[in-house]
Nanobody, 120 residues
Framework: QLQLAESGGGLVQPGGSLRLSCTAS????IGWFRQAPGQEREGVSC???????NYADSVKGRFTISRDNARNTVYLQMNSLKPEDTAVYYC??????????????????WGQGTQVTVSS
């Protein structure tokens, strides 16, 4: 069974950086999502099996998604963090081999989530 393990969340000051990691027990398209209290879950970024990427407008130019296929790990480098980036971040996996999607329904397996808090 596919398992996902996330790490890298924490507390950071505005303007700071964090790198999230998502390790899967296999080779999949990966999406990163986030959910702030009282808000719907939002698709932040995704990366396909071939390495094509997609970003939400709210994070373009600040977040970078990448993958290390030898380690079955996908990274989300988050720079210039803002208080509005505060949320629980989840990674999710899809067996789809085309372009990735930021829609929740495209993913079948989810990690447990990691808290990111941006505050001074």
């Amino acid at each position: 069974q596919l398992q996902l393990a996330e790490s890298g969340g924490g507390l950071v000051q505005p303007g700071g950086s964090l790198r999230l990691s998502c390790t899967a027990s296999g080779f999949y398209a990966i999406g990163w999502f986030r959910q702030a209290p009282g808000q719907e879950r939002e698709g932040v970024s995704c990366i396909s099996v071939s390495g094509r990427t997609n970003y939400a407008d709210s994070v373009k130019g600040r977040f970078t998604i990448s993958r290390d296929n030898a380690r079955n790990t996908v990274y989300l480098q988050m720079n210039s963090l803002k208080p509005e980036d505060t949320a629980v971040y989840y990674c999710a996996a899809s067996g789809w081999h085309g372009d990735c999607s930021r829609r929740e329904t495209s993913y079948t397996n989810w990690g447990q989530g990691t808290q990111v808090t941006v505050s001074s």
